[in-house]
């Protein structure tokens, strides 16, 4: 069971804003750990969409943003795209894991 | 253009062994760290193991620890996966990933490569 809670599913008409949340604890997120974002596309591999919590890699829109706060991130897509049905990780540091995690993922669908 | 292609999937049999590779090109493989990240059918992501450039450090998920072994050849471009002691819940698609400079996150991906295990 992932520690980084995220929630199964959203959807949006295209050109909604929709936003999915990513929730640690204090040996993660709320530890200062950064959170970064994938989407993936089925039968391809994951795609960085958000590093550094609020970092977009080079490419990658600007209706991807990212924030965090607490113990707790989350994605905010602006301008939903029938392209951006996918699904998206978050993914951090545990420091009581020693190691990489990743949420659960959520399947974004555009209605 | 940076390449990651990952090989070694195959069916083996629970208690069995198989090893991984990744091949990359299009960076300077040694500078970066490098993981293996995998994905069981019809479920979501998870780390398996990370070793860092030089290979001085490896890290392991709890679900791995003592059974995996994660280790590079820097004078081949390649990274590796020794899985021993497979179980039916090692089943997945095993991805290599590269460090995105330091930040802990990964910005490319190989292709996968499938592992089932199943007697």
């Known amino acids: 069971q992932s520690v980084l809670t995220q929630p199964p599913s959203v959807s949006g008409a295209p050109g909604q804003r929709v936003t999915i949340s990513c929730t640690g604890s204090?040996?993660?997120?709320?530890?200062?750990?950064?959170v970064h974002w994938y989407l993936q596309l089925p039968g391809t591999a994951p795609k960085l969409l958000i590093y550094?919590?609020?970092n977009r890699p080079s490419g990658v829109p600007d209706r991807f943003s990212g924030s965090k706060s607490g113990t707790s991130a989350s994605l905010a897509i602006i301008g939903l795209q029938a392209e951006d049905e996918a699904d998206y990780y978050c993914q951090s540091f545990d420091i009581s894991l020693s190691g990489s995690l990743f949420g659960g993922g959520t399947k974004v669908t555009v209605l | 253009e940076v390449q990651l292609l990952e090989s070694g999937g195959d069916l083996v049999q629970p208690g069995g062994s198989l090893r991984l590779s990744c091949a990359a090109s299009g960076f300077t493989f040694s500078s970066y760290a490098m993981s293996w990240v995998r994905q069981a059918p019809g479920k979501g992501l998870e780390w398996v193991s990370a070793i860092t450039g030089s290979s001085g450090s490896t890290y392991y998920a709890d679900s791995v620890k003592g059974r995996f072994t994660i280790s590079r050849d820097n004078s081949k471009n390649t990274l590796y996966l020794q899985m021993n002691s497979l179980r039916a819940e090692d089943t997945a698609v095993y991805y290599c990933?590269?460090?995105?400079?330091?930040?802990?996150?990964?910005?490319?991906w190989g292709q996968g490569t499938l592992v089932t295990v199943s007697s």
């Open positions: 990933a590269k460090e995105f400079h330091t930040t802990g996150s990964w910005d490319y």
């Open positions: 550094g919590n609020t």
């Open positions: 204090s040996s993660n997120i709320g530890a200062g750990y950064d």
